[in-house]
């Protein structure tokens, strides 16, 4: 098969009708591109060019080779140019994230990105964050959401990992209990916790914040998402540590009241790509809207 540099020299010879030229134009010098071309010739057998005092003049069969050559060329250029571009286009957002995010800043941070782009394609996975990573591996999303429990995992397995924003870690208990003061690990070691099963990246993170405290965490009931915590909670099975992020300031319909937490530290939510690919336009944007702050809401 022919070579890139021999394909571009054939061009440029029958496009300038000289070695000189196409060596100038090429920047080699001119005995390297006749080597190029007698290689072509031997290589394809066929007789490229006549040698005229006016410069080089194509044969019929170099004429008929030509019109190949150049679209051999553009489709390599197109490889070239496509190499550096995300999978999804310009006008569609593929993106994982888990129950925490999904719940209120994602859908937020999409309806303006929605404002700014009405004709975007969305398309958004939900899970775990092994989902989420192999997703993200297989080039079925751009961009996953992760705790920083899970980010680890992301790293290690060749995406690129990068700081998005934090939540506080509060305590859900029935809206019936008095007192709004803080609590602890240990104040909630005695009481039926209702945790997130195990696979959660924020499962992970309140779990190393207890063995960091050298306090048991031992839920009485484990559900799916944080939608069933917070309904078990208002139904009096227990209370539950859950990421501040994932629920309206109000206590609202769900029956709970929300108590700080004292001993489990901001959990970090990070944003996980495929390492060596850029991100699309709209993945990166809804990345910077995400770091904005939302504004402030009442109690």
């Known amino acids: 098969m022919a070579d890139l540099p021999a394909l571009e020299t054939f061009v440029a010879v029958a496009r300038l009708g000289s070695v000189v030229r196409a060596a100038e134009r090429l920047g080699r010098t001119q005995p390297s591109l006749s080597a190029r071309l007698a290689s072509l010739e031997a290589q394809w057998k066929t007789k490229l060019f006549r040698r005229h005092a006016r410069g080089m003049v194509l044969t019929p069969e170099g004429t008929r080779l030509l019109a190949l ?36 800043v ?7 990105l929605l404002r ?15 989902r989420l990573i192999d997703a993200l591996r297989a080039g079925d999303i751009d961009v996953a959401l992760l705790t920083g429990a899970a980010s680890g995992d992301a790293s290690e397995r060749g995406a690129d990992v990068e700081p998005l924003l934090t939540s506080a870690v509060e305590v859900l208990v029935p809206i019936r209990e008095r007192g709004d003061s803080a609590v602890t690990p ?20 309140v779990e190393e914040a207890f063995a960091a405290a050298g306090v048991p965490f031992r839920p009485a009931v484990e559900v799916g998402n944080l939608s069933l ?35 489990v530290p901001p959990v970090v939510y990070r944003a996980a ?27």
């Open 69 to 104: 050559a150049e679209a051999a060329l553009q489709s390599l250029g197109a490889v070239d140019r496509a190499a550096g571009l995300p999978v999804a286009g310009e006008q569609e957002l593929r993106v994982g994230a888990g129950d925490a995010l999904g719940r209120e």
């Open 106 to 112: 994602l859908p937020r941070a999409i309806a303006a």
């Open 116 to 130: 700014e782009n009405p004709a975007l394609s969305i398309r958004l996975l939900e899970g775990a964050a092994p």
């Open 186 to 205: 240990a104040w909630l070691a005695g009481r039926r916790i209702v945790s997130l099963q195990r696979g959660s990246g924020f499962r992970r993170h």
């Open 229 to 263: 915590v917070r309904r078990f909670v208002a139904a009096g099975l227990g209370v539950a540590a859950v990421p501040s992020i994932a629920f309206p300031r109000a206590a609202g319909p769900g029956g709970v009241r929300r108590r700080p937490l004292r001993g």
């Open 273 to 299: 790509s495929r390492a060596g690919v850029p991100l699309s336009q709209p993945a990166g944007r809804l990345l910077e809207l995400l770091r904005i702050p939302p504004p402030p809401r009442s109690r």
